[in-house]
């Protein structure tokens, strides 16, 4: 899955897109013991990033239908996209999160690539989305919080 986040990412800093990776996605790359079926990303809801987004997951091979590229172009809340080389979805208001903007004042370049938001927002998105496998999740994902900033590592 990391090469595939690489393609992805390398895509995304090719067409100028302005985004977080949000949900576990993130919290694995902070170095979360978890696996993921999909990445989460939190763009910036601008036309500019979002045609930017378009072109970018285009070049890559993803499948762009006029129906989906339209919902990328207007920022729909939720996008989920499994015509491509990665499953994705695109989270344009995510729960918990109450704005690009402070969520990427928080944000954390993981190995110089990877822009994640911070864990504390992983967590307070978790937490405001009421999933059953969230809230299951929250404990494990706390316990790892504490260590991290108990390292000094956030």
């Given at each position: 899955?990391?090469?595939l986040l690489l393609k992805l990412?390398?895509?995304?800093y090719k067409n100028n897109v302005d985004y977080l990776i949000?949900?576990?996605?993130?919290?694995?790359?902070y170095g979360y013991p978890g696996t993921t079926q999909d990445i989460d990303i939190f763009p910036k809801k601008t036309k500019e990033n979002c045609l930017n987004l378009v072109n970018a997951l285009k070049e890559i091979g993803f499948i762009?239908?006029?129906k989906l590229e339209k919902a990328i172009l207007q920022g729909k809340d939720f996008i989920q996209i499994?015509?491509?080389?990665?499953p994705l979805d695109i989270v344009f208001a995510p729960d918990g999160i109450e704005s690009y903007e402070d969520a990427k004042k928080r944000m954390k370049m993981i190995e110089?690539?990877?822009p994640c938001a911070s864990i504390d927002d992983v967590i307070l998105s978790?937490?405001?989305?009421?999933r059953q496998r969230d809230k299951e999740?929250?404990?494990?994902?706390e316990s790892f919080r504490d260590e991290l900033k108990k390292r000094g590592l956030v």
């Open positions: 899955m990391k090469d990412v390398d895509s995304f949000i949900g576990k996605g993130a919290a694995i790359l762009m239908d006029e499994r015509g491509g080389p990665i110089g690539k990877f978790k937490k405001a989305s009421g999740e929250l404990p494990r994902l």
